[in-house]
């Protein structure tokens, strides 16, 4: 009790985390996706949204956490990463929101002209001719996008928000996106937005920039493109990575919420509070990544008083209206 009492404290009187609200990027975004983000919002700096990667292999995450901690993630991640896979990606989404979960969609596209999948998405593949009309990058680039804007519309159509989250890891040089420099990933972003948000009017997108455990403000593509950012990064235990967060924040201030795109194991709660490093939410890794986390301390972290989850997300759209929505 002593624990709960400090925690709420401490959330009052922490600067830093007087956030406000913001807008969404999107001026014509569906009311789920404006009600999401006011949730989001809502309780960026007060507490931390739990999240976990999904893979359709190996593993049942979602079981598996239920199993040894009797709660559920807040948040479900998703990969558009093997054409054969996706539709059930979708029907998984869908069925995640309608059960009171959040859904995030995140794609490996692999290298435009070398196929799909993991290994596709770190060979290279010349951004410049993604633009020029007859040239296979062309072609394939164009046709997966609107191959994926298809599955994103079908999940517009069902009422559905996605936490949508390309091209990840984008100033790191080992996928295609970001091998060729800041202006050419940039390039890539601001095209997929204008493409689903204008041409495609995908208004049900949240659009998710993330890092490598780096960020750097040249890669940024502008406020007018992102509507939450954040990094990822394995291999630190528990730490809260104060400085990571900070490094986020110099980028964006405090106009958008921060997130922890992906970890070998969740932040301590206890600590990203005592070092106002309050993320939006963490998405633990997939298959080994959590199978590793050790048990005792994965059911800490999930009925900790600090993190959400499942059960206690609210009806969102009922809760939450674009009167909520407002950038400082």
Not at 6 to 27: F, K, Y
Not at 40 to 55: A, F, P, R, V
Not at 134 to 146: C, D, S
Not at 172 to 191: T, Y
Request: charged share 25%; with cysteine.
């Amino acid at each position: 009790m002593k624990q709960i009492k400090l925690s709420l404290a401490l959330v009052i009187v922490l600067p830093i985390m007087a956030i406000g609200q913001h807008r969404l990027s999107n001026p014509k975004a569906s009311k789920e996706a404006l009600a999401l983000y006011a949730y989001l919002n809502d309780m960026y700096g007060k507490k931390i949204l739990s999240g976990q990667m999904s893979s359709s292999w190996g593993v049942d995450e979602i079981k598996y956490i239920q199993d040894h901690t009797g709660k559920l993630p807040a948040i479900n991640g998703f990969d558009f990463i093997t054409d054969k896979d996706n539709q059930n990606e979708v029907k998984s989404a869908i069925e995640w929101w309608k059960s009171g979960g959040i859904p995030t969609i995140m794609w490996h596209m692999g290298a435009p002209g070398n196929g799909e999948g993991y290994e596709s998405s770190k060979k290279s593949a010349d951004i410049d001719k993604c633009f020029e009309k007859g040239t296979k990058e062309y072609e394939v680039f164009w046709a997966e996008l609107e191959k994926k804007g298809d599955l994103l519309e079908q999940l517009q159509k069902a009422n559905v928000p996605v936490l949508w989250r390309p091209f990840h890891e984008l100033n790191g040089n080992w996928f295609w996106w970001g091998k060729q420099g800041s202006d050419q990933f940039k390039r890539l972003w601001i095209a997929m937005y204008d493409y689903y948000t204008k041409t495609r009017k995908l208004n049900n997108l949240i659009w998710v920039l993330c890092y490598t455990g780096k960020p750097d403000a040249a890669w940024y593509p502008g406020d007018a493109y992102v509507d939450i950012a954040g990094p990822d990064t394995y291999g630190v235990g528990d730490s809260p990575q104060t400085g990571m967060y900070k490094a986020v924040k110099q980028v964006v201030g405090d106009r958008i919420p921060i997130a922890y795109h992906e970890c070998g194991t969740p932040p301590d709660p206890d600590k990203c509070l005592a070092e106002g490093s309050m993320w939006s939410w963490w998405m633990e890794w997939h298959t080994s990544h959590l199978t590793k986390v050790d048990k005792e301390y994965l059911k800490r972290v999930y009925t900790h008083d600090l993190v959400i989850t499942k059960d206690e997300v609210p009806d969102i759209l009922a809760t939450y209206s674009a009167a909520k929505n407002r950038r400082n």
